[in-house]
C-alpha cells in the first residue's frame, strides 16, 4: 500500500528529553511537512521540505528541527527548547510543482510531555 | 482561513439533512482551495478541491462553492451521515507562493445527530 507512516502513534517524554518523531512515505513525493495541532485548533506548520537535503522553518519552527536525507524520511526532533510540546503532530507529503497541490497526511503522532 | 479564538465552530444537523461549512480565506492572490476532514486521533483526508478559475465543483455528496468576490469558501455535504462527523479544514494555496505551502484554518467540527 502507497501512503504515509508516522510513528510511534503514541509517545510520552520527560521534561528536558529531546524525542524524534518518525515519518515515511512511498509516495514518491519530493516535498514534505511537519504540522502541529492542539485540542479544538487547526494545523500550524512546523518545518518543510521541497527536496533532499533542503528544508524550511514554518511558522513555529522554534523548538524543533528536522533532517532529510532521503527522499521518503523526513524525522521531526522536538527539542528541550520547546516550552509547550504536548500536542498532535501532523507529518504530510505532495508532489511537487505549481500544479499538485493536495498534501497526503499521516495518521499522527501524539506526545505527551509528563 | 486564519485561524482565530480557540474554539472550534461546531455545526449540528440532522442525519439526512444536507449540511453547510463555511470559510473565510484571507489571501484574494490564492488559486487552489482544498476542503480536509479530520475524525478524532487521526490525520486529514481529502474531500475535494477547486481552482479560482472555478466557482463550483461537485464530487459524491459533496460540493464546494468558491465566491472569489468575498473570499468565502463553502463545503456542503448532501444527505448528512452518522459518517460526516469530524472535523472539517479549508486550506488556500497562494499563487505567489512558490513554496507550495497550504494556509489552514481553524476547522468546523460536523455533528449529526441521529
Known amino acids: 500500500d502507497g501512503g504515509i507512516t508516522q510513528s510511534p502513534k503514541y509517545l510520552f517524554r520527560k521534561e528536558g528529553q529531546n524525542v524524534t518523531l518518525s515519518c515515511e512515505q512511498n509516495?514518491?513525493?519530493?516535498?514534505m511537512y511537519w504540522y502541529r495541532q492542539d485540542p479544538g485548533q487547526g494545523l500550524r506548520l512546523i518545518y518543510y521540505?521541497?527536496?533532499?537535503?533542503?528544508?524550511q522553518k514554518g511558522d513555529i519552527a522554534e523548538g524543533y528541527s528536522v533532517s532529510r536525507e532521503k527522499k521518503e524520511s523526513f524525522p521531526l526532533t522536538v527539542t528541550s527548547a520547546q516550552k509547550n510540546p504536548t500536542a498532535f503532530y501532523l507529518c504530510?507529503?505532495?508532489?511537487?510543482?505549481?500544479?499538485?497541490?493536495?498534501?497526503?497526511f499521516g495518521p499522527g503522532t501524539r506526545l505527551t510531555v509528563l | 482561513g486564519e485561524s482565530v479564538g480557540l474554539h472550534l465552530p461546531t455545526l449540528s444537523v440532522q442525519e439526512g439533512d444536507n449540511s453547510i461549512i463555511n470559510c473565510a480565506y484571507s489571501?484574494?492572490?490564492?488559486?487552489?482551495f482544498i476542503w480536509y476532514k479530520q475524525e478524532s486521533g487521526k490525520g486529514p483526508q481529502f474531500i475535494i478541491d477547486?481552482?479560482?478559475?472555478?466557482d463550483k465543483r461537485q464530487g459524491q455528496r459533496v460540493t464546494v462553492l468558491l465566491n472569489k468576490t468575498v473570499k468565502h469558501l463553502s463545503l456542503q455535504i448532501a444527505a448528512t451521515q452518522p459518517g460526516d462527523s469530524a472535523v472539517y479544514f479549508c486550506?488556500?494555496?497562494?499563487?505567489?507562493?512558490?513554496?507550495?505551502?497550504?494556509?489552514f484554518g481553524s476547522g468546523t467540527r460536523l455533528l449529526v445527530r441521529p
Open positions: 504530510a507529503s505532495s508532489r511537487q510543482g505549481r500544479n499538485y497541490n493536495e498534501q497526503f
Open positions: 509516495l514518491n513525493h519530493d516535498a
Open positions: 521540505s521541497q527536496i533532499v537535503n533542503d528544508f
Open positions: 489571501n484574494s492572490a490564492s488559486d487552489y
Open positions: 477547486i481552482r479560482s478559475n472555478m
Open positions: 486550506a488556500e494555496k497562494g499563487r505567489m507562493d512558490s513554496s507550495y505551502k497550504l494556509i
